[in-house]
C-alpha cells in the first residue's frame, strides 16, 4: 500500500491511529489542515511509519512554523523580487496528470554570483513563501479536482546553461534542502530536471547528498533535446510549448526572460594540449574532506580520459616524464577509462577525497599524427562548503596546487 490517504494497510491505519493519539494530547495550537489525516501521514511516511519518529517531526515543524513565521509569510510580498526580477525566470501554473500543482524555472540561467551576493535569510524566507504558496496551490487543487489525498506537487527546473560556478550556491541549496525535509516532508511529488548538460552529474553528485533516499526516487532527470518525454506525465495543455508542450508564454511572472543572453560571470577555462601518441597527466593535491569537481570537452576528434588517486607520493613535475609514469604506475584508477569524443557535451564529475593525497587528471591521444585540445575546470572545495560553512575559493584565490607532466606513450594509434 502507498501510505496515501485511501490506500492503507492495517498496520498503517493502526499507526495513523496512534500518531493522530499523540498529536491531541499534546494539545498543540495549531491549524486544523496540520493534524489532518491527510498532514500526519506525510510525517508518518517521510518516518516510515515510526509513530514516535513521525510525531518528534511533527511536534519539531509545528514549533519552528510559529517561530519562523510560516503561516503568515504569505501576507507580504514576494521576498527579493525586485533583486531578482532580471535573474530568474519562473512560472506557477497549471499540473501534471495527478493534478500536482506545476512550477517551472529556468534554473539553470541563474547567475549563481548573484544569488552568491543575496542575504542567505532574504533567500530562505523565499523559498518559505515558495512552499507556502504551493501548499495552496496543492489545497486549491485538490478541491477543484475533488482528490482529497492529493498533498505534494511537481517542479520542473530547465538546466540549460549549468556551469561548474553554481557550485557557489550549493551550500544554500543545502540549507534549503533540510528546510524541507525537516518541515516539508513528502511535499516533492515529482522534481524534474530537463536540459541537463555535461556538468550536472558533478554538481549533482553533491547535492543529492543532502536529500534523503525516499526524496531522491522523486526527482527524474531528463537530458537535452529529449524534453518530450514529459508527455508522459503531463497533457499538453499543461505544458510550456518549448518542453513539448501547447501552452505559450507561459513565464509572465519574471523580466528575466527578456534579458539578453550573456555568459555566466568568472566561467573560466584552462586549456590542455595533447601531443600525438602521448598523455598528458595533471595533478591536483587535496586535503581530507575535499570535494574535486571537474569538467572538460573535446576540440577535435576524441581522446581518453583517466582518473587516479596517489595518497602517498609528491605532484610530479613538467620536466620529468619518467616520475610521471611512475606516479600513475603507483596510483589508484578511480573508475573505468573512457572515450570523449568532441561530438559530445563533454564529462562532469565529481570525487570525494577521505583522506589526503593526489587526484591525477589523464587525457590520453592515440593518434600517431595529430595533436589534441581539451578545454577544462577543476574546482577543489572543502566538504564544509557545501554543508553551510564558508564559501567556495572565489576566482583569484589562492587554490589547489596544480601540476602537469607530458607522459610518454600511449595505446593503439589511430585517427
Partial sequence: ??????????????????????????KETVPQTQTSDLDLLRFLRARSFNVN??????????????????PDVLDGPYPLEQELKYTLSFSYNGHDMDHRPLYV??????????IARLNPDEVIRRHIYHQELQVRRTEENARQFGNEALDSWCEIHDMRGLSIQHRQVLSLFTRLARIDSDYYPERAGRIFFINVPAVFPALWKICKRALDSKTREKFVVISANKTGELLDYFTPDQLPAEYGGAVEGLFPVSAAARRPSRPLTGVKFQEAHVLARRRNLKVFNCEAGDVVMWYFSVVSKDVKFSVHWNAGEPPVTQ?????????????TP???TCIVSASSDGLSDTHFCSEKGYIGMVWENE?????????????????????????????GDEGPVEVEACVNGAASSHD
Wanted: aromatic share 8%; net charge negative.
Fill in 319 to 331: 620536466d620529468n616524464p619518467v616520475h610521471a609514469s611512475h606516479w600513475l604506475e603507483r596510483a
Fill in 367 to 395: 593518434s600517431i599524427i595529430q595533436n589534441r585540445t581539451v578545454t577544462y575546470q577543476v574546482s577543489i572545495d572543502h566538504s564544509s562548503k557545501y554543508d553551510g560553512g564558508e564559501g567556495p575559493v572565489e576566482d
Fill in 53 to 70: 519518529a513521525a510525531f518528534k517531526q511533527w511536534k519539531a515543524c509545528q514549533e519552528w512554523r510559529k517561530t519562523f513565521g510560516a
Fill in 334 to 336: 578511480l573508475g573505468d
Fill in 105 to 114: 524555472e529556468r534554473s539553470g540561467a541563474v547567475d549563481p554570483l548573484v
Fill in 1 to 26: 500500500m502507498s501510505g496515501r490517504l485511501g490506500d492503507l494497510a492495517g498496520q498503517q491505519i493502526q499507526s495513523l491511529e496512534s500518531l493522530r493519539c499523540q498529536v491531541q494530547e499534546s
